[in-house]
RNA sequence: AGGCGCGUAGCUCAGGGGUAGAGCGCUACCUUGACACGGUAGAGGUCGGCGGUUCGAAACCGCCCGUGCCUACCA
């Protein structure tokens, strides 16, 4: 028999690449149009080329592998489309420090050289982060693997762009952005990260041009960036200052004089010293509050783009000028602290903890700078999107992140697009030398629009690596060409992605498919938690808190880690990640594999189960575990509906281990030693092995690989299926996912077993408590209350005496109790450990005092309860009678064991 | 500063108006013909605190305390 070759420990190694070869030479992965039927599509969340698998990559793509497999086995017409992404601004740094090792910068290199660097790198590494995907299990349509600024999407890109600009969505203008000084470039507003820090917060002193003896203090922060400075800002209602308006100051370390002005917005009464210095070129809140006087402030730009002090700021007295040009900002600020120290200007330093902004790549400090930048008009986008999800066309699982992306789509602010690096998609924008004008073209264009002068320049920009990825549900499916794809496939079915994006990414392909494709990207959206680590902590290199998946993918192997990550998908938490974790599925996936073991040991290679799978001879354990599966299959089925991803992964946990393993392979052995051919031994053959498989089926979307491995195992007409055979043996993917045969579900035959259950059990915890060994010999009588349940218990007596190791079982009515005897008492029986010779009787006491205690608890909890006229009056009847029941039941209990304990004084 | 979430067994976490759950760990016993990555039986919790609603609260509501994340124009 094949069984007898299995090893008695799963391995994974053995397995998992072999099967996945097999699915991939079978296509199995692969979609077709052609195909017909529903679609169910998912279009990847792509990685960064620059990417490794992490963990969260894992966690995310094994849930969306257990819905494609799902939706595949269910008949679907499955799409998982994957791809990759560019990752601007990310990718371009890992290239620059590659280059840097040998010393190489990339404007030594010049932009087309170092373009081609990327794409050597992009082709030797960007594969990387696909090929763990494999290790995975993922089952993605690598036939329709795309790249971001592959051709097509390319294509896509600039149709966009276009057609944006045509709408006057998109529009260029000199805006203050944020601007990484180390990567040199501009970022969007939610690329900025904010962290808090301990600064100073300096009080400075500007003396009245009228009256040096009068003079107005602001406070800041960054008291380098005075030099730029175009006015005071004080509160119009401020009785200290408001008579100051209109007023000038000179502004120190300068020639300048600067107006006092009031802003109810700017200045907070409260805060600092009231008054405030307004540098319009390089902050925020000066720059809105510049725009806002009449006449607007005039802009006096003091940083250039490494945030170094410039060397020609206006009116700025040379000496100071010689010192500080050329220093960055940071340095800049003791140097300036320093001079106005020097010259009286002062007054005081106090300690500050406020947020910095840093670039989410490279964590520099970013600068608010004024420059020339191209912007997504976004308020005319977000409003349909805000809609859609209002309508109900889009549902986020869990519901609760739709008011996270309302509030951030209500206040949405016009999407900087444009980035000053050289690796992203460049902008279709072409600049006349003639006339001065912007032609915008979805291909290069040889020709001025407005004056037909071939003197043209490509906007040097790229666009935000997040420009490209908002298109990914539609460019994926070939947009902007009608493909067949694209009609059949789309609006996609979900989105399965991490909190951390739905800004960056969820919400812009909503309002780009809605624009584009006049309809949703995708149905439902569902969030999951972050993994962290074991402290909660953001995993990251820098901190050395990082789980690697594939450490623990060769260490317990594909299956034990998707099935941790699918246990720890309880929604809206974070996710600490131990390892012990794995481990405990690991010893799952071993269980499995041995109780497959078992029933392969027990069914002939060429087994042929019965028709029928309640035939007569079909055993109450049978028919029990027949019930229990179509339960989980239910439980299952609802869970993954719902994306309680958990859920279904403890209900089979539960199902196989406590009820499958524990119980009825145990149950079904005193059939399955009968001899070969008997009527008790094919039913229960039929019956374990229709478990088996079934089971193998709904847990195969988990657990891809062990589930299909032993299915091959399975004789071939146990595979086949019984109902909707689509005739195929071949391989346990391409199966039928299993569905719930409710007439099989059966309460009566629940309990019944229930009562053979708790038999057994009173047994082992009088053996258990007892410290009887294993080994030593004992019998049980069990006195039923009526005759019904003694015929009962009779015919389920083999399973009570193997289960419970007993010598010997003896039931009825009449049963007397032994003189010297362990009692335990269940569900309408009493039973009976005769202990003669073989254990100290104070034990016996202790242990029915222990247990009588306990159920004096019980009683007190019910009774008091009970006596409660409100709780009878107000509680749902059904409640009151279950508990009235219950009590009986404990009452009735506790006297048995008092009458024991009496005896045995 | 606002928003969201979390606080349940030693640890990691489910659950959720009607007697507190799982895995790991722990204790005792067991190499029983599927599995020691195993089996059996146990020990262990006033469900963060205080109020409120209710016949009944760990669950619902308020406030507080801890903790995490997101957003933000705290000069």
Redesign the pocket.
Not at 8 to 11: A, E, F, G, L, S
């Given at each position: 028999m094949v069984s007898k070759e299995l090893s008695?420990?799963?391995?994974p190694k053995s397995v998992e690449e072999r099967w996945y070869n097999v699915w991939l030479e079978k296509k199995y992965f692969h979609a077709s149009v052609d195909a017909g039927g529903t679609p169910y599509c998912i279009v990847i969340p792509p990685p960064n080329v620059t990417g490794q698998l992490h963990v969260g990559h894992a966690f995310d793509n094994t849930l969306q592998d257990i819905l494609i497999r799902w939706m595949r086995m269910s008949g679907r017409n499955t799409l998982w489309v994957p791809g990759t992404d560019h990752a601007g601004i990310a990718t371009q740094n890992v290239v620059e420090r590659h280059l840097a090792k040998n010393n190489i910068d990339r404007h030594q290199l010049g932009r087309e050289k170092f373009i081609e660097e990327v794409w050597k790198w992009k082709k030797e590494y960007g594969g990387r982060i696909i090929s763990q995907l494999k290790r995975l299990g993922a089952s993605c349509d690598w036939d329709r693997e795309r790249f971001t600024m592959d051709e097509g999407l390319s294509r896509a890109v600039r149709a966009v762009f276009v057609t944006l600009y045509e709408e006057g969505l998109i529009y260029r203008g000199e805006r203050l952005i944020n601007w990484c000084p180390r990567c040199h470039t501009a970022l969007s507003?939610?690329e900025?990260?904010?962290e808090?820090e301990k600064?100073k917060?300096?009080h400075i002193a500007y003396p009245l041009s009228d009256d040096h003896n009068v003079r107005l203090t602001?406070?800041?922060?960054?008291p380098e960036?005075m030099l730029g400075d175009t006015a005071v800002?004080?509160?119009p209602l401020d009785p200290r200052y408001k008579d100051l308006i209109g007023k000038t100051v000179d502004l120190p370390l300068t020639g300048r004089k600067i107006p006092i002005i009031g802003d109810s917005?700017?200045?907070?009464?409260?805060?600092?010293?009231?008054?405030?210095?307004?540098?319009t070129a390089h902050?925020?809140?000066?720059y809105?509050a510049g725009q806002r006087q009449t006449p607007n402030l005039p802009r006096i730009k003091m940083l250039d783009d490494k945030a170094a002090i410039l060397s020609d700021i206006p009116d700025v007295l040379p000496d100071v000028l010689r010192q500080v040009a050329g220093k960055p900002a940071k340095k800049a600020r003791g140097m300036i602290v320093e001079l106005l120290q020097e010259r009286g200007y002062l007054i005081k330093t106090e300690d500050?903890?406020?947020?910095i902004?840093k670039c989410y790549r490279c964590k520099s400090v970013v600068e608010p700078y004024l420059s020339p930048q191209w912007f997504v008009r976004t308020g005319p986008l977000a409003e349909p999107a805000i809609k859609a999800v209002e309508d109900g066309r889009i549902r986020f699982f869990p519901r609760?992140?739709e008011?996270?992306y309302f509030?951030?789509m209500r206040?949405i602010?016009d999407w900087c697009i444009s980035r000053q690096i050289w690796w992203g998609h460049r902008i279709p924008a072409w600049y006349c030398d003639d006339c001065g004008t912007i032609t915008v073209s979805p291909t290069d264009a040889t020709a001025c629009g407005n004056c037909g002068s071939k003197n043209l320049r490509q906007e040097t920009d790229v666009l935000d690596t997040w420009f490209s990825s908002a298109l990914w549900p539609f460019s994926t499916l070939g947009w902007p060409e009608k493909t067949k794809e694209l009609a059949f496939y789309y609006p996609t079915s979900v989105l399965v992605t991490g909190?951390?994006i739905?800004?960056f990414w969820v919400a812009r392909m909503i309002m780009m498919g809605l624009h584009f494709m006049n309809d949703v990207p995708f149905r439902h959206v569902y969030i999951h938690?972050?993994i962290?680590d074991?402290?909660?902590?953001?995993m990251s290199k820098s901190k050395g808190n990082v789980i690697d998946p594939l450490f623990m993918i060769d260490q317990?192997g594909t299956d034990?880690v998707r099935f941790t990550l699918t246990?720890?998908a309880?929604?809206?938490?974070?996710?600490?990640?131990?390892t012990?974790?794995i481990?405990?599925?690991?010893?799952?996936?071993?269980?499995?594999?041995?109780?497959?073991?078992?029933a392969m040991?027990?069914l002939e290679p060429d087994f042929a189960p019965n028709a029928e799978l309640m035939s007569k001879d079909a055993s109450l354990a049978d028919r029990w575990i027949l019930s229990r599966l179509n339960s989980v299959i239910k439980e299952v089925q609802s869970a993954l509906a719902d994306y309680?991803f958990?859920?279904a992964a403890?209900a089979l946990?539960?199902f196989i281990?406590?009820e499958?393993?524990?119980?009825y392979?145990?149950f079904s052995?005193p059939a399955?030693n009968q001899e070969e051919g008997s009527a008790p031994r094919k039913a229960t053959q039929t019956v374990l092995s229709h478990v088996l498989e079934t089971t193998l089926r709904l847990l195969h979307p988990i657990m891809p690989f062990i589930t299909e491995e032993i299915w091959q195992y399975l004789p071939e007409r146990v595979r086949r299926q019984r109902r909707g055979d689509r005739g195929r043996t071949e391989s346990i993917m391409v199966s039928p996912y299993p569905a719930a045969n409710e007439t099989m579900i059966n309460p009566g035959i629940e309990q019944d077993m229930q009562m053979v259950m708790d038999t057994?059990?009173a047994i082992?915890?009088i053996?258990?408590?007892m410290?009887?060994?294993?080994?030593v010999q004992i019998a049980a009588i069990v006195k039923v209350g009526n005759k019904e349940l003694g015929e009962h218990l009779e015919k389920s007596a083999e399973y009570v005496k193997t289960?419970a190791?007993l010598q010997e079982l003896r039931i009825g009515v009449a049963e007397a109790k032994p003189k010297t005897t362990a009692t335990g008492v269940i569900k309408g029986a009493e039973v009976y450990v005769p202990l003669e010779g073989i254990i100290d009787l104070t034990q016996e006491r202790d242990r029915l005092m222990?247990e009588i205690a306990?159920i004096s608890?019980?009683i007190d909890?019910?009774s008091r309860?009970l006596s409660?006229?409100?709780?009878?009056?107000?509680?749902?009847k059904a409640?009151?009678e279950?508990?009235t029941a219950?009590l009986e039941?404990?009452r009735v209990k506790r006297e048995k064991l008092e009458q024991s304990l009496k005896m045995l004084r």
């Open positions: 008695k420990i799963y391995d507003d939610i900025v990260e904010h808090d600064g917060l300096y602001v406070a800041t922060t960054r960036t800002a004080v509160h917005i700017l200045v907070d009464l409260e805060f600092g010293t009231g008054a405030v210095k307004v540098t902050d925020f809140n000066d809105d500050h903890a406020h947020s902004g609760g992140w008011n996270t509030d951030w206040n602010k909190l951390d739905i800004f938690a972050l962290r074991a402290e909660g902590q953001k317990y034990a246990a720890f309880a929604q809206g938490r974070d996710i600490k990640m131990s012990e974790r481990e405990g599925y690991r010893n799952f996936a071993n269980k499995i594999w041995n109780a497959s073991r078992f040991m027990n309680r958990n859920d403890s946990y539960q281990w406590h499958y393993c524990d119980w392979l145990e052995k399955l057994i059990l082992r915890n053996r258990g408590e410290n009887i060994a294993p080994s289960l190791r222990k306990k608890e019980d909890i019910f309860k409660n006229k409100d709780f009878v009056d107000k509680a749902p409640v009151v279950k508990d219950k039941e404990f």
